[in-house]
């Protein structure tokens, strides 16, 4: 399968290694054909990795991945073009980070909004499903690096998007029953407002690699 | 111990029955004196529970609860009376919920500020500590109601207040090793934002009762 990957951060080119190892063809695409971390990138992919623009990660993948930051997001889709999103998955792993000069951290937008839910208003043609925000990179597409059963979320309107999400992330290593669907792509609202929370865990922990799992009721 | 408890909801009777099976006094505290959920709890709870106004319940309490709605909590505690709180370790557990008439949660405060960081501002001589606002009532005084460890969180800017918190939570249930400290008050904040998420997990869930555990890199 083919999977265009919009950004080139260490979350793009971690879901990206992924999938190629899976035996998938990846693009990763950049504001810039020439960007310098994508470029290097494809050459240690080998033949399946491919780097290039934002509009041409879009074109080339079957389903598409939004791994820019939550406050660029819209413009990197804008600039990938909203004709080729059209009907396509497009997955979207963003957090609306904002760290004040005095590295205090805010989410813009928050609360009455989502990263997930302006992509999907903007492109109403795309299949966004929000999910893999809440955990470390190196966790996303290998769970078992945390001891025990622990859960990922979707959020997302179209729930053939959100199977397709599942069947994806099992492939990542994460069980079916592991998922747990937090419903339509307002869900994104709370798993993005989870971050503050995330980040004081991180600190209390001293790692990322750490992630949530749920105790229920004898 | 006497403990004053500013609220006469589910919350503040929860834990004012947990109290007073624990052998401590309590007055429940609300706007009128003559509320009928506070004079009916403390008919019921025998010789150690009482009744009165907030400021009543902050005057008897060596130890204050805030156990209103976080959108009315800086009010409440206003009635209470600032030199009442002084010197006192004040432990607030609300949530700044706010729903439109659609259903719709948002928090007010949120994102910058927070209900336990806008109480400790406003009442600087008070030791607040923000606990318990992450579960629903019955697991709050019986953690031992859910299966297997989880976990509870605390944050606040005075070290011995938060060892108290925690001491406390140890005499409903939460071993000392299954709470976490958030850091100083505006902790608050990232704990306050969790609900969206909570609730989402509720509906998921489809119960209540059910807490976070963590799992860990191997």
Redesign the interface.
């Known amino acids: 399968m083919r999977y265009g990957i919009i950004g080139t951060g260490g979350v793009a080119r971690t879901i990206a290694d992924k999938l190629v190892e899976l035996g998938h063809e990846v693009t990763l695409g950049s504001r810039s054909k020439d960007n310098e971390a994508a470029v290097a990138w494809a050459e240690q992919a080998g033949p399946n990795g491919h780097h290039g623009t934002f509009a041409e990660a879009a074109e080339f993948g079957a389903v598409v991945l939004n791994a820019t930051p939550g406050t660029v997001a819209l413009d990197a889709l804008r600039a990938a073009g909203a004709e080729r999103l059209s009907g396509k998955l497009l997955i979207d792993l963003s957090n609306p980070l904002v760290f004040s000069p005095e590295g205090e951290l ?2 813009d937008p ?3 909004d989502s990263v997930g839910e302006r992509i999907q208003r903007e492109f109403p043609q795309a299949l966004v499903v929000k999910t893999l925000n809440t955990v470390t990179a190196p966790v996303m597409v290998d769970p078992s ?6 859960n990922m979320f979707v ?1 997302g309107d179209d729930e053939g998007a959100k199977e397709r999400t599942v069947a994806l992330l099992g492939t990542f290593g994460w069980p079916a029953g592991s998922v ?4 339509d792509i307002t ?1 994104a ?3 993005e ?2 971050m ?2 995330w ?3 991180m ?3 001293g ?1 990322a ?10």
Chains 1, 2 share one sequence.
Do not use: C
């Open positions: 805010t989410l928050v609360n009455t690096r945390l001891a025990g059963e622990h959020a747990i669907d937090l419903g869900g609202r709370a798993m407002m989870m503050p929370f980040i004081r865990l600190r209390a922990f790692t690699e750490f992630n949530y799992s749920f105790k229920h009721a004898k």
